[in-house]
């Protein structure tokens, strides 16, 4: 047991060892690209600081991290950003003419790095930190896309001491020049097309080191001293020594143009903006390729307090890592140990001699920054074409256009509103009706005799009715307003206009005026407005918009609606004296032969029963079967657990039962009264006679009973057919 846990603690020092590598790359790379420019000076401070940062978020991260495998340090995209606010404080300074940028850089740096501290840990104590999917995919596409692109010309500036511009583009195809950026090119094709092809996660290192020992051959075959190749600017400039120093010290923060604070809040938002979504970016990679979830809210609150303390030694931001978490545990790595030897090693380099630099090619850095930067490129201004809508992806490369020229929160926040205006667009087109359907094919649950639904064949499609969905706002309102019209026009015999609001979310305030032109519609076209199943929240804003009013018919539920609707059409076109109709009549008319009629109202027993009266009950054995002369029963089916839900409901002149006493199964529901009414049995006892002394009144009884059958199947499919639309 002993010796498996040395060679597991064994492998993943030997994992941090690799990783390592990558990780050292990585921050000279990012040093090189912030202490760029006026700053190139200081780059040893630069280089120092990073791997301070490293030191400190690496440490832990891998101590307290959900994910024990987890490597943090300084980020590409959170580099880049960082990089646009050092270079702005800068600027201010030049152009108030002081020339100490060290300490200025320094507070600007730990400042932005202890506020997204700070914004990490918020986010994790109130769980709020998956709130950046709700920020629109364009908007995140375009930021990080620009940020790739930040990185390669960061990269270029790295490699050819230049920041390429349009006026000094044509400077790049000097030879010496152009052959500075075609080998740090090399080195990014190189790690693109074997990343591609293989998935190894030693490549990345492999090629960095192999890159860097060329370099070194080539030198030493061509005769090339070290030193000429640092004066032509093949490699860095040896670097002398540096002390970090604390940037809140109060000489330091007295002497900070605080005044400028303010035109630096849109870097300082950038900067935390990208934190947070690299970070849940990257935690979502790492769960995906090691099949782990991470405590997302822990993990944010842990490399939050982890920023924090990296801002108060004087240090910069750190991430959790994709590339080097995943690096340590394809290497074999399962324990904390392998994160915290990246830390222990990046203390080592922080505390060598930064000499070492001169022997550093400036291209393998620089190439490694431009396959990073044109990874981001390709990832989200290219490839995500393929996954996006043509106007979103539109949207995508106008926000990275608009960050690139106006800045960032310029950007973003434009980006917003264009984001926003492609969702309502996008979401507009989505239908609001789910289904439509009118009193032909879609009735309610009460069985009704022939004769009125003789009336509602031949009056049905006086009720119209649309089943809606999804959330009802502006533009997906309007569109509903105009197939109203659309309807009525159709119509134009339309009573009653239904809309059953099941599936709504919710409704906005210019839906409600939608609803209110449909309002002035209907009363034109003589149709009267019915509301179905609205949620308090629903009935609350149609009533605030004073829409509800007596013409507006508001039900519970669809069938009720359905139900109330039908029975006003039947009772617009019943004729004198149906009311009063006898059993003997109505049979005649069922079974087409009086005799008939006679013959089968001997055998039928009168019953009078009062509302709520149970008739049969679920699981009793089917003994008879009911004429329903006058009144309505409710089929009820037993849920369990002293629940009960009705099914359906039978009207004046239908039957129930039929069924059970044909085939002699037990009753699959109880049957009940809803009002008081009068009905006639026919026992099992006696339908056995009509069978053995009546074959053709059974006849005609089965024929009866049949095209009872045929009718409420081809109601069943003609409603299945209106739900599948």
């Known amino acids: 047991m002993g010796s498996e846990k040395l060679h597991a603690r064994l492998t993943d020092v030997f994992a941090g060892a690799i990783c390592s590598v990558l990780s050292i790359a990585y921050c000279l790379s990012y040093a090189a690209l912030i202490f760029t420019g006026p700053l190139q000076h200081l780059l040893s401070y630069g280089i120092a600081v990073t791997f301070l940062s490293a030191v400190v978020g690496g440490s832990i991260v891998a101590l307290r991290s959900s994910l024990p495998f987890a490597v943090a340090g300084p980020d590409s995209s959170i580099s880049v950003v960082l990089a646009a606010l050092v270079a702005s404080v800068i600027q201010r300074i030049a152009a108030s003419g002081s020339t100490d940028?060290?300490?200025?850089?320094?507070?600007?740096?730990?400042?932005?790095?202890?506020?997204?501290?700070?914004?990490?840990?918020?986010?994790?104590?109130?769980?709020?930190?998956?709130?950046?999917?709700?920020?629109?995919?364009?908007?995140?596409?375009?930021?990080?896309?620009?940020?790739?692109?930040?990185?390669?010309?960061?990269?270029?500036?790295?490699?050819?001491?230049?920041?390429?511009?349009?006026?000094?583009?044509?400077?790049?195809?000097?030879?010496?020049?152009?052959?500075?950026?075609?080998?740090?090119?090399?080195?990014?094709?190189?790690?693109?097309?074997?990343?591609?092809?293989?998935?190894?996660?030693?490549?990345?290192?492999?090629?960095?080191?192999?890159?860097?020992?060329?370099?070194?051959?080539?030198?030493?075959?061509?005769?090339?001293?070290?030193?000429?190749?640092?004066?032509?600017?093949?490699?860095?400039?040896?670097?002398?020594?540096?002390?970090?120093?604390?940037?809140?010290?109060?000489?330091?923060?007295?002497?900070?143009?605080?005044?400028?604070?303010?035109?630096?809040?849109?870097?300082?938002?950038?900067?935390?903006?990208?934190?947070?979504?690299?970070?849940?970016?990257?935690?979502?990679?790492?769960?995906?390729?090691?099949?782990?979830?991470?405590?997302?809210?822990?993990?944010?609150?842990?490399?939050?307090?982890?920023?924090?303390?990296?801002?108060?030694?004087?240090?910069?931001?750190?991430?959790?890592?994709?590339?080097?978490?995943?690096?340590?545990?394809?290497?074999?790595?399962?324990?904390?140990?392998?994160?915290?030897?990246?830390?222990?090693?990046?203390?080592?380099?922080?505390?060598?001699?930064?000499?070492?630099?001169?022997?550093?090619?400036?291209?393998?850095?620089?190439?490694?920054?431009?396959?990073?930067?044109?990874?981001?490129?390709?990832?989200?201004?290219?490839?995500?074409?393929?996954?996006?809508?043509?106007?979103?992806?539109?949207?995508?490369?106008?926000?990275?256009?608009?960050?690139?020229?106006?800045?960032?929160?310029?950007?973003?926040?434009?980006?917003?509103?264009?984001?926003?205006?492609?969702?309502?667009?996008?979401?507009?087109?989505?239908?609001?009706?789910?289904?439509?359907?009118?009193?032909?094919?879609?009735?309610?649950?009460?069985?009704?005799?022939?004769?009125?639904?003789?009336?509602?064949?031949?009056?049905?499609?006086?009720?119209?009715?649309?089943?809606?969905?999804?959330?009802?706002?502006?533009?997906?309102?309007?569109?509903?307003?105009?197939?109203?019209?659309?309807?009525?026009?159709?119509?134009?015999?339309?009573?009653?206009?239904?809309?059953?609001?099941?599936?709504v979310t919710g409704i906005d305030s210019s839906a409600t005026h939608s609803f209110a032109q449909i309002k002035q519609a209907a009363a034109a076209s003589g149709a009267q407005i019915v509301l179905v199943n609205l949620t308090p929240e629903l009935e609350r804003a149609f009533r605030t918009a004073r829409f509800i009013s007596d013409d507006v018919i508001v039900a519970s539920d669809l069938d009720r609606a359905l139900e109330s609707c039908e029975q006003a059409i039947i009772e617009t076109y019943r004729a004198e004296g149906d009311e009063t109709q006898s059993l003997r009549a109505w049979l005649a008319d069922a079974l087409g032969n009086a005799h008939y009629a006679d013959q089968l109202a001997g055998y039928c027993r009168r019953l009078d029963v009062v509302a709520g009266e149970v008739i049969a009950r679920q699981g009793d054995a089917a003994a008879s079967m009911h004429f329903i002369l006058e009144g309505r029963i409710g089929v009820v089916i037993d849920l369990g657990q002293g629940r009960t839900m009705r099914v359906r409901s039978l009207g004046r002149h239908t039957t129930m039962g039929e069924m059970g006493l044909i085939s002699g199964q037990p009753r699959s529901a109880t049957i009940q009264a809803e009002v008081d009414s009068v009905l006639y049995e026919l026992s099992a006892q006696s339908y056995k006679r009509i069978t053995l002394e009546q074959p053709a009144l059974s006849q005609a009884l089965l024929g009866y009973v049949v095209s009872v059958m045929a009718e409420r199947l081809s109601f069943a499919n003609r409603a299945v057919g209106v739900l599948q639309r």
């Open 101 to 503: 940028l060290l300490e200025p850089t320094l507070i600007a740096m730990s400042l932005a790095t202890a506020l997204t501290g700070l914004l990490l840990c918020v986010l994790g104590f109130t769980h709020a930190g998956r709130a950046i999917r709700f920020v629109p995919y364009p908007v995140i596409g375009g930021f990080l896309g620009t940020t790739g692109w930040l990185l390669v010309t960061g990269a270029i500036q790295v490699v050819t001491d230049q920041r390429p511009t349009l006026t000094n583009i044509g400077t790049f195809l000097d030879g010496e020049i152009g052959g500075k950026l075609a080998a740090g090119a090399a080195v990014a094709i190189t790690l693109h097309l074997l990343l591609r092809r293989l998935k190894n996660p030693l490549i990345l290192p492999g090629v960095l080191l192999t890159a860097f020992a060329v370099t070194h051959f080539v030198l030493l075959f061509a005769g090339t001293p070290l030193a000429e190749a640092q004066t032509s600017g093949w490699m860095f400039h040896p670097q002398p020594a540096a002390t970090l120093v604390l940037p809140w010290k109060l000489g330091a923060l007295h002497s900070f143009s605080w005044a400028s604070l303010p035109s630096l809040t849109g870097d300082l938002l950038a900067v935390m903006f990208v934190t947070v979504t690299n970070f849940l970016l990257n935690t979502t990679g790492i769960e995906i390729a090691a099949r782990t979830e991470a405590d997302v809210e822990r993990d944010l609150k842990v490399l939050g307090l982890a920023n924090v303390l990296t801002a108060a030694v004087g240090g910069y931001l750190s991430c959790t890592s994709l590339s080097r978490s995943l690096l340590v545990r394809a290497a074999g790595a399962t324990s904390r140990l392998a994160g915290l030897t990246v830390a222990a090693i990046s203390a080592a380099v922080l505390i060598a001699d930064p000499s070492f630099l001169g022997y550093v090619p400036k291209y393998v850095l620089g190439g490694l920054l431009l396959y990073l930067g044109s990874d981001l490129v390709y990832q989200w201004l290219v490839h995500s074409s393929r996954r996006l809508l043509p106007i979103e992806y539109l949207s995508l490369l106008t926000i990275a256009v608009l960050i690139i020229y106006s800045g960032f929160i310029a950007g973003v926040l434009i980006g917003m509103v264009i984001g926003c205006a492609t969702f309502a667009l996008s979401a507009s087109r989505v239908s609001a009706i789910k289904f439509n359907f009118d009193g032909l094919e879609y009735r309610s649950s009460l069985d009704r005799g022939p004769y009125e639904l003789s009336l509602l064949a031949g009056h049905g499609q006086e009720i119209q009715g649309m089943a809606l969905q999804s959330y009802l706002f502006f533009g997906s309102a309007n569109r509903l307003y105009q197939r109203v019209k659309t309807l009525l026009a159709k119509e134009p015999e339309c009573r009653f206009l239904i809309f059953d609001f099941r599936l």
